[in-house]
């Protein structure tokens, strides 16, 4: 499924991405998009209304469109509701990724217009040496949300910690996955169905799990597609600041109260809709 594919036969390509202080990290983003020739348009949702971005330059058409900063997920909502045809495919990125692999792009754009039911593609990501980074996850149990802040309980639970990012799985191939780390990801518009792609409840962090847990919740699928690679400058500010910390935490609970708990894949599955 991963061969060449027929330009002709590809969704429309759309990108987006937020800003909000991000203008240098953002020439090299669009940067690594140049050689994609298949980009209808990048829209860049501006949460810094003091910085002027009017200078960005790109092969494609580029949007800039400002609004108060009301979080990531409503900020890549804005974007959302300017690509005019149900059948597109957005990137919804980071400002702080880079593209490494432009002509997996074209791959991977086939590979979701052959595979109707796959609502996001999760990329492959490496950080700035090269190192691969842990994007896919399962859904969270007490034992894996433990082991993410407390390092013991990783060492107490080495199966569970592991079997949450998906190390005893081959990572070669297109896999199924519950979700993917939400710096870049490949999303089907048509999943929206109308409606907002993103709880906008999520200020920041926890949105990407959501919008898995959505369209697992709605008969779709989640994919990684391991040939597809970006690299990601990684911030990990909820680890050093307390402010960041508590972004991470309220968006924690948030989660497990629109859930009624922290559900697996099956339990999404069984609920429907």
């Not at 390509?13 to 020739?37: C, D, G, H, K, W």
């Not at 109707?116 to 492959?124: A, D, E, T």
């Not at 082991?147 to 990783?154: K, V």
């Not at 597609?225 to 968006?251: K, N």
Request: one cysteine or more; charged letters at 20%; hydrophobic letters at 45%.
């Amino acid at each position: 499924m991963c061969g060449t594919v027929m330009s002709e036969k590809l969704p429309p390509f759309y990108i987006i991405t937020v800003n909000y202080r991000s203008r240098e990290q953002l020439r090299e983003f669009l940067a690594s998009l140049a050689p994609a020739s298949l980009v209808r348009r990048c829209l860049i949702v501006n949460h810094s209304p003091e910085e002027d971005l009017a200078d960005l330059a790109a092969p494609f058409p580029v949007q800039v469109i400002s609004q108060a900063n009301a979080g990531y997920g409503a900020g890549l909502n804005r974007g959302l509701r300017e690509i005019p045809e149900p059948e597109a495919v957005a990137l919804l990125a980071n400002p702080d990724v880079a593209l490494l692999t432009p002509a997996a792009l074209t791959e991977a754009l086939g590979y979701m217009a052959a595979n109707s039911r796959v609502g996001c593609l999760i990329p492959h990501m490496v950080g700035a040496a090269g190192e691969a980074l842990p994007v896919c996850r399962s859904f969270y149990s007490l034992r894996t949300l433990l082991a993410s802040r407390l390092p013991f309980c990783r060492r107490l639970w080495p199966g569970a910690w592991h079997g949450h990012h998906y190390c005893d799985q081959d990572a070669a191939a297109p896999r199924e996955v519950d979700w993917g780390a939400g710096a870049a990801l490949l999303y089907r518009v048509a999943t929206a169905a109308g409606r907002p792609a993103f709880d906008e409840r999520f200020f920041l962090y926890f949105e990407d799990v959501d919008l898995c847990a959505d369209l697992w919740r709605r008969g779709f699928t989640v994919m990684h597609y391991p040939s597809l690679i970006f690299r990601h400058e990684v911030q990990r500010q909820s680890t050093s600041s307390l402010r960041f910390l508590g972004y991470h935490l309220a968006s924690l609970l948030k989660f497990i109260w629109k859930y009624r708990g922290l559900p697996s894949r099956e339990d999404l599955v069984r609920r429907g809709p």
